[in-house]
């Protein structure tokens, strides 16, 4: 550690420490293992605003709080006060806008990475995960909604097509180790305090790399995931037609009174 850590706590729920060098965020909701609120992605957005810009900053590393979770997907009360196709688009334009960083961005997985939660690892550098993580889309037994089409190809960049088509088409959750086998993880760790370890040696590597190649290969990586994973024409209109169907509304209804789901399709 290169100097002292200071504490840059956004909210409660997202803190932010920030030393020489690294900025770290702490989803911090374990009793709702972790599950992003609008607050929280508005202070994401607001941190990624304030880093695109920030040449002192080299890594960002995000973190879930309790060991349970790294985030299992979104506050689902959230979609009931506001246009959900609309709240979808400013949630994808953050992680474009945390895609876009100049930094090097790293997942520090420990528990499940379902839904927002898998959205957002996806749209970092580099995975580290312990060995009970899980990761998935399964939406269509939970909540029957859809996902835009540039996060379904984000992460069949990322984890491949057939455990994309797994995640999503069979509501499967993939562990650690076929994360690993595939590449979407780069290490496996036994537990919490050896992903803290790992990330630290990881962190301190990246920190005595050359900042010069890093941006260039990032904004090369950038530019080729731009021409390659752009929503389909007409994409917004299959998501509202989603958001609005029926099974959408079972799915909150069913969510809420933690009932299991009868969807009609």
């Not at 997202?14 to 202070?43: I, K, S």
């Not at 797994?166 to 650690?176: C, G, I, S, T």
């Not at 731009?226 to 909150?252: H, N, Q």
Request: with cysteine; charged share 25%; proline share 3%.
């Amino acid at each position: 550690m290169r100097d002292a850590v200071r504490s840059l706590v956004v909210s409660e729920e997202l803190q932010v420490q920030r030393r020489d060098g690294v900025v770290e965020v702490t989803f911090n909701r374990p009793q709702r293992h972790n599950a992003f609120t609008r607050d929280m992605y508005a202070g994401m957005r607001e941190l990624c605003e304030e880093l695109r810009d920030d040449a002192d900053v080299r890594v960002l590393v995000l973190r879930g709080e309790g060991g349970r979770a790294f985030a299992a997907g979104n506050e689902i009360s959230d979609f009931l006060s506001q246009d959900a196709v609309a709240y979808e688009d400013w949630i994808r334009e953050l992680l474009e806008m945390l895609f876009a960083l100049p930094q090097v961005t790293i997942a520090a997985v420990s528990g499940v990475c379902v839904g927002g939660g898998l959205a957002v690892a996806t749209h970092c550098d580099l995975r580290v995960a312990t060995a009970g993580s899980r990761f998935g889309y399964p939406i269509a037994r939970t909540l029957g909604n859809a996902l835009a089409g540039s996060l379904v190809y984000r992460c069949s960049s990322v984890f491949g097509e057939s455990l994309t088509r797994e995640m999503l088409l069979a509501a499967r959750l993939v562990d650690a180790e076929r994360a690993h086998a595939v590449g979407a993880v780069m290490a496996v760790v036994p537990d919490v305090e050896a992903l803290t370890a790992e990330v630290s040696s990881l962190v301190e590597g990246i920190l005595a790399l050359s900042p010069v190649t890093v941006r260039a290969t990032k904004h090369q990586l950038l530019d080729r995931a731009k021409r390659l994973e752009v929503s389909p024409v007409g994409d917004g209109e299959v998501l509202r037609e989603v958001y609005t169907g029926p099974d959408f509304a079972e799915g909150v209804r069913s969510f809420l009174a933690k009932e299991k789901p009868a969807f009609e399709g």
